[in-house]
């Protein structure tokens, strides 16, 4: 006797009407591997049955280590590119697997995707044990490094020791707010990282140089580090501080070194922060090693719009003005966006995310405190939270009793913390109205003209 008469029953009824929709149901009474076996093998032999079924049988012979089934069930449906390719894998046709997606995609650029260029290409060094770790970057040093360039190629190394990498973690959904500066982001950076090859159908190329400017503490940095994350991207934070040096030549040396470890190995994003201290404006700099560093800047920017692709360089600044003119040609910072303090929406979401986890009495409404904080950045907001998450613990220490954070902490932590984008917006104000040439700064002007500024 069947150990599952209730599938026996569905198949017995399906064998004797051909309804391939008792497949679905046998397979959903299905109770181990044995069951699932049984209605697959099923399932292979029928001339036609339904896509949701399909992909259910084809994901669970993967899961068996039935790779053979696996890709007679995939097919060639789009929906299940990755289980067919990770199928052929496990078969031991690597080579097959990624010819197969490589033409789809030449055939279809919609197709492509990071998650199964990605699973391909670490079949492709776990099959290659003898080059060790090192195969794919080996294959992008080759792509990045001029021949020959020894001394380069170490410096090269030396950056990668000195400023590190990261996979970043953040996504846009971390960042609160600025839902129109995530869509520009997206539309100009995001899409050309995930689906180059349609890109380069319309020869648009993925990479260069987008420099984000405004207020401090309103998420410039925080939008970089989510940008790397949706574009799953190495993340490389250069600090200003260590690229300057008091040696003549050494900056522009390091900074060569940066850019040669980033063509060296893609996708990367390369972030400078306080943009003006590496990229001044040359009329107002007296030192001539000052000068120099501006002029090796200009000329790796150049190198990657002509040489290289899938290499992003994302800068953050809080003194436009102060930048040199020349970075903002077609080719280099080409994309400026202006990252505005956050509205009323964008700071309910900040006070939502910094609250959470806390012990926070039910009372506190994080849209009523947004209501009396316009002019906070999404810093001062973080600050306004710690600050009456302070006071409450010193209340509780006080009385030796918990206190959540009530609505009168937040109401006197509001009289200690101040907004500190006021003076900023104060000084922009001037260049929007009296320096706007070319429309550099009409963002701004029209975010003042909005908030009554």
């Keep these: 006797m069947s150990r599952n008469p209730a599938l026996e029953a569905v198949l017995t009824a399906y064998r004797e009407c051909g309804d391939a929709r008792l497949l679905g149901s046998a397979f959903d009474l299905a109770g181990d591997d044995s069951d699932r076996r049984k209605v697959i093998d099923e399932a292979l032999a029928a001339e036609t049955i339904g896509d949701e079924v399909r992909e259910k049988m084809a994901r669970a012979s993967l899961d068996m280590g039935d790779m053979k089934a696996a ?34 995609v030449a055939e279809n650029p919609l197709l492509e995707s990071p998650d199964v260029a990605k699973l391909i290409e670490e079949a492709k060094e776990s099959a290659a044990p003898e080059l060790g770790s090192n195969v794919i970057g080996f294959a992008s040093a080759a792509r990045g490094i001029r021949s020959g360039a020894r001394q380069a190629d170490d410096d090269a190394k030396a950056a990668r020791t000195m400023f590190g990498e990261t ?29 180059p090859s349609l890109f380069a159908k319309y020869r648009r190329k993925a990479g260069g140089g987008v420099l984000l400017f405004g207020p401090p503490g309103c998420g410039k940095t925080l939008l970089a580090r989510a940008t790397a994350g949706e574009c799953e991207a190495r993340f490389v934070n250069v600090p200003v501080v260590d690229v300057v040096d ?4 050494e900056a522009e040396r390091k900074l060569a070194a940066i850019f040669a470890d980033a063509r060296r190995d893609t996708p990367t994003v390369l972030f400078f922060d306080e943009l003006e201290a590496l990229a001044g404006s040359r009329s107002g700099i007296a030192h001539q090693s000052q000068v120099s560093l501006v002029s090796t800047f200009l000329a790796e920017m150049d190198g990657f719009a002509d040489n290289n692709e899938g290499v992003l360089i994302l ?38 995310i910094h609250m959470a986890g806390r012990p926070i009495d039910p009372k506190v409404d994080a849209n009523a405190i947004a209501g009396v904080t316009a002019g906070f950045s999404g810093a001062d907001l973080v600050n306004l939270v710690n600050t009456a998450v302070d006071l409450a613990i010193e209340e509780s220490l006080a009385s030796g009793t918990e206190h959540p954070v009530s609505p009168e902490h937040f109401a006197e932590a509001q009289r200690e913390v101040r907004p500190t984008t006021l003076e900023w917006l104060t000084t922009a104000r ?6 706007n040439s070319g429309g550099q700064y009409d963002d701004v002007a029209a975010f003042l003209k909005a908030n009554g500024l």
């Design 246 to 249: 008091k040696y003549l030549g």
């Design 167 to 195: 996979a970043s973690p953040l996504r846009f959904d971390d960042v609160g707010g600025l839902d129109e500066v995530k869509k520009q982001i997206t539309r100009r950076i995001v899409t050309p990282f995930k689906k």
């Design 71 to 104: 890709v007679e069930l995939s097919g060639d449906r789009p929906e299940l590119l990755a289980v067919r390719t990770e199928a052929m894998i496990g078969m031991g046709q690597l080579a097959e697997a990624e010819a197969r997606y490589l033409k789809l």
């Design 430 to 435: 001037n260049y929007a109205k009296y320096s």
């Design 315 to 352: 800068a953050a600044t809080n003194m436009p003005w102060g930048v040199d003119a020349a970075f903002r040609r077609p080719g280099r910072f080409d994309r400026v966006q202006f990252v505005p303090p956050p509205d009323r929406a964008a700071r309910a979401r900040i006070l939502e």
